[in-house]
């Protein structure tokens, strides 16, 4: 069993930062994938960042540069911190995890950016 409790969103303006952080509850198992996802209305969900297995971690072209994903095995935590927001960057972030190959989704939390 894995829960996600994600925190971090808020209102923030343009050129803004904000850190997103997703902590993973688990019983048993190990954590091979993690990562962020974003949804706006009418939207299908969309990869943010991923990190994965031996350090793997990818990003979507609208956020290279300016957002970073970083995971702590030790505290089984995943983070997100975003840097020069935009107004495209407005949408429910959800965290992702995969164990034993099996999806696990947090209840996502809002990031509005205003001009």
């Known amino acids: 069993q894995v829960q996600l409790v994600e925190s971090g969103g808020g209102l923030v303006q343009t050129g803004g930062s904000l850190s997103l952080s997703c902590t993973v509850y688990?019983?048993?198992?190990?954590?091979?994938?993690m990562g962020w996802f974003r949804q706006t209305p009418g939207n299908e969900r969309e990869l943010v960042a991923e990190?994965?297995?031996?350090?793997?971690?990818n990003y979507a072209d609208s956020v290279k540069g300016r957002f970073t994903i970083s995971r702590d095995d030790a505290n089984n935590a995943l983070w997100l911190q975003m840097n020069s927001l935009e107004v495209d960057d407005t949408a429910v972030y959800y965290c992702?995890?995969?164990?034993?190959?099996?999806?696990?989704w947090g209840r996502g939390t809002q990031v509005v950016v205003s001009s």
């Open positions: 990190v994965g297995s031996g350090d793997m971690v």
């Open positions: 688990r019983s048993s198992g190990s954590i091979n994938y």
């Open positions: 992702l995890v995969r164990s034993g190959g099996i999806p696990y």
